[in-house]
């Protein structure tokens, strides 16, 4: 079935730690992949997207992204978390040229930062 | 540029009562898509708009919800009567839909439902 799968419900790292939020897609052609992030009592913030050529994607506040086709993947990387990066975070698609444009979103993983 | 607006920001109403859920997207976007958000898991969509017309209503309850898109502009999203699992946000987004980088999706706030 086609689904979009983010492993990790919730995770917690210290302030300055890397971080590394996975996602993975089952779909028959590659799709438009995005990532948003959401804080308490917020709408959803892009943080950047994939649509095709260079399968490491910069975004805002610092995220990265690398688009991995072997595994089917799109995780969500920081190389140093800071405090104001706790928040949920959605893993979304749009599979291309089926002229269905809505977002299917991941569970969400939940980021909490220690100091 | 505006962002997406949408109105009111929180409702609280009683089982069987009605709501209504106002949105107004980005200036120019002919896409626009309502999804309702349960605690704890990602949006889902219940209706898509192109323009003024419906594209996909396939996960909207329609015994009980309803949207529209006067002028392809602003939306409303309606549930009458409401029932205790309809307690979410609902979510309104925009897209210019051209193909390619123009299908990202920018969402409004949310309007955070609860019905008691």
């Known amino acids: 079935a086609q689904s979009v799968t983010q492993p990790d419900i919730h995770i917690t790292v210290s302030e300055g730690a890397s971080l590394e939020l996975r996602c993975n897609y089952s779909y028959g052609a590659t799709p438009y992949l995005f990532w948003y992030v959401q804080s308490p009592g917020q709408g959803l913030q892009l943080l950047l997207k994939?649509?095709?050529?260079?399968?490491l994607v910069q975004g805002i506040k610092g995220f990265e992204a690398e688009f991995k086709r072997s595994q089917s993947s799109f995780n969500l990387r920081k190389p140093s978390v800071h405090w104001s990066d706790a928040a949920e975070y959605f893993c979304?698609?749009?599979?291309?040229?089926?002229?269905?444009?809505?977002?299917?979103f991941g569970s969400g993983t939940r980021l909490q930062v220690q100091p | 540029e505006a962002g997406v607006a949408q109105s009111p920001r929180y409702k609280i109403i009683e089982k069987r009562q009605s709501v209504a859920f106002w949105c107004n997207p980005i200036s120019g976007h002919a896409t626009l898509y309502w999804y309702q958000q349960i605690l704890g898991q990602g949006p889902k969509l219940l209706i898509q708009f192109q323009n003024n017309g419906v594209v996909d209503d396939s996960q909207l309850p329609k015994d009980r919800f309803s949207a529209e898109r006067l002028k392809g502009v602003d939306s409303t999203l309606k549930i009458q009567p409401a029932k205790l699992e309809d307690s979410a946000v609902y979510l309104c987004?925009?897209?210019?839909?051209?193909?390619?980088?123009?299908?990202?999706?920018?969402f409004g706030p949310g309007t955070r439902l609860l019905v008691l």
């Open positions: 987004a925009s897209s210019l839909s051209g193909g390619g980088r123009s299908e990202t999706q920018y």
């Open positions: 994939y649509f095709s050529g260079d399968t």
């Open positions: 979304a698609v749009v599979v291309p040229d089926t002229g269905r444009r809505a977002l299917t």
